[in-house]
């Protein structure tokens, strides 16, 4: 119960987030058959490889001497690295100008020429990501291109990029919620204590929610318990997404079960009777509403792919384990711990409110 839930959030520290990639389609539909047959013909790496382009700013400067001998210098680099498959490995360096042209390695002006590679896994896959960022940070620097400007796009790059961009920024995200969270809570319950122990459960639901779609999904637990899709990774926006939502879900459970225990606290002084009534007046409300959104959130588990599926396993089980584990049991256990120190407001503090 309370200690499994306790538990789920070191599980979450498991977490492996992708772009995604065709992995997440549903399989036995005419489009993904003819797709696997392609991924198995031609490998999965393949159909979305890694484009470096070459941009020398110059009329015919990607045939010149010293750019094509930092291509073949790049190349050797690329069939050196054991994630990389040699046989999607194309450049322009080894073929006539006009055939580079025909296979769009080289544009119209001869300036820009383009490399392409693809690693043996799929876009979104750890192998491909981790050669998008070997290709960047070690192997275009030891090419030597000199002053021509080289990046590197394609599906793998765009996932890295996206990635990079999204959880670069979600840490602030999370880190303003809280603080405003806090500073809204301390003004609407006048303690300093409750607000810091209903972010924390918060962030302990969601947490928990994550530990949720590693178990379900990355251990394929879901896959056997109720037929679900797994994946190694989960969808990149899932848990940016859910911590939106849960957040905001959870918010609104805490407020409406603590207004009711401050009503009663004012009114009778009494921590142990506030927190039972509040308990009593506000539990068949919550479960009602735990009841409609999770049959709701259901919905989306019953589609085939696996990205809906990860959102609305991550949903339903966030309120389910909210409503029951966290609100029921671990809420009012504190609360009863904490005494009268629920409602602590030191003097500065309130005369400034």
């Given at each position: 119960?309370?200690?499994?839930?306790?538990?789920?959030?070191?599980?979450?520290?498991?977490?492996?987030?992708?772009?995604?990639?065709?992995r997440?389609?549903?399989?036995?539909?005419?489009?993904?058959?003819?797709?696997?047959v392609?991924?198995?013909?031609?490998?999965?790496g393949?159909?979305?490889?890694?484009?470096?382009l070459i941009?020398?700013?110059q009329?015919?400067?990607?045939?010149?001497?010293?750019?094509?001998?930092?291509?073949?210098?790049?190349?050797?680099?690329?069939?050196?690295?054991?994630?990389?498959?040699?046989k999607?490995?194309?450049?322009?360096?080894?073929?006539?100008?006009?055939?580079?042209?025909?296979?769009?390695?080289?544009?119209?002006?001869?300036?820009?020429?383009?490399?392409?590679?693809?690693?043996?896994?799929?876009?979104?896959?750890?192998q491909?990501?981790?050669?998008?960022?070997?290709?960047?940070?070690?192997?275009?620097?030891?090419?030597?291109?000199?002053?021509?400007?080289?990046?590197?796009?394609?599906?793998?790059?765009?996932g890295?990029?996206?990635?990079?961009?999204?959880y670069?920024?979600?840490?602030?995200?999370?880190?303003?919620?809280?603080?405003?969270?806090?500073?809204?809570?301390?003004?609407?319950?006048?303690?300093?204590?409750?607000?810091?122990?209903?972010?924390?459960?918060n962030?302990?639901?969601?947490?928990?929610?994550?530990?949720?779609?590693?178990?379900?999904?990355?251990?394929?637990?879901?896959?056997v318990?109720?037929?679900?899709?797994?994946?190694?990774?989960?969808?990149?926006?899932?848990?940016?997404?859910?911590?939106?939502?849960?957040?905001?879900?959870?918010?609104?459970?805490?407020?409406?079960?603590?207004?009711?225990m401050?009503?009663?606290?004012?009114?009778?002084?009494?921590?142990?009777?506030?927190?039972?009534?509040?308990?009593?007046r506000?539990?068949?409300?919550?479960?009602?509403?735990?009841?409609?959104?999770?049959?709701?959130?259901?919905?989306?588990?019953?589609g085939?792919?696996?990205?809906?599926q990860?959102?609305?396993?991550?949903?339903?089980?966030?309120?389910?384990?909210?409503?029951?584990?966290?609100?029921?049991?671990?809420?009012?256990?504190?609360?009863?711990?904490?005494?009268?120190?629920?409602?602590?407001?030191?003097e500065?503090?309130?005369?400034?409110?």
């Amino acid at each position: 119960t309370g200690v499994q839930t306790c538990a789920l959030p070191i599980s979450a520290r498991q977490l492996a987030v992708t772009a995604g990639d065709n992995r997440g389609y549903p399989t036995g539909t005419p489009a993904t058959n003819g797709l696997h047959v392609l991924e198995r013909t031609l490998g999965p790496g393949s159909l979305a490889p890694d484009q470096i382009l070459i941009d020398t700013g110059q009329p015919h400067g990607a045939l010149a001497p010293r750019v094509q001998a930092a291509q073949r210098r790049l190349i050797a680099l690329l069939r050196a690295d054991p994630a990389v498959n040699p046989k999607t490995i194309a450049a322009p360096v080894r073929v006539a100008p006009r055939q580079a042209r025909a296979a769009s390695l080289l544009d119209p002006s001869e300036d820009i020429a383009q490399i392409r590679v693809a690693s043996y896994g799929d876009a979104g896959t750890r192998q491909a990501m981790g050669l998008v960022r070997r290709i960047r940070g070690r192997y275009i620097p030891e090419a030597r291109f000199g002053g021509a400007s080289v990046v590197v796009t394609g599906a793998p790059a765009f996932g890295v990029d996206f990635i990079s961009q999204a959880y670069g920024a979600f840490p602030w995200l999370v880190a303003a919620v809280l603080l405003i969270s806090y500073f809204l809570l301390l003004r609407a319950f006048r303690s300093v204590v409750l607000p810091i122990k209903a972010v924390f459960m918060n962030l302990l639901s969601v947490a928990a929610t994550y530990g949720v779609l590693v178990f379900c999904f990355q251990h394929s637990a879901g896959r056997v318990l109720f037929g679900l899709q797994s994946s190694p990774q989960i969808d990149g926006w899932i848990p940016i997404f859910l911590f939106a939502m849960l957040f905001g879900l959870s918010m609104d459970y805490e407020v409406f079960l603590l207004t009711r225990m401050r009503e009663e606290w004012d009114h009778s002084g009494d921590n142990d009777l506030a927190v039972a009534t509040g308990l009593e007046r506000t539990g068949r409300i919550i479960t009602a509403a735990a009841v409609i959104m999770i049959a709701a959130f259901s919905g989306f588990a019953t589609g085939r792919f696996v990205g809906l599926q990860e959102f609305g396993i991550g949903l339903a089980a966030a309120i389910l384990l909210d409503v029951t584990i966290v609100r029921a049991l671990l809420v009012p256990a504190t609360m009863k711990l904490l005494g009268r120190w629920n409602w602590y407001l030191p003097e500065g503090v309130r005369r400034a409110m």
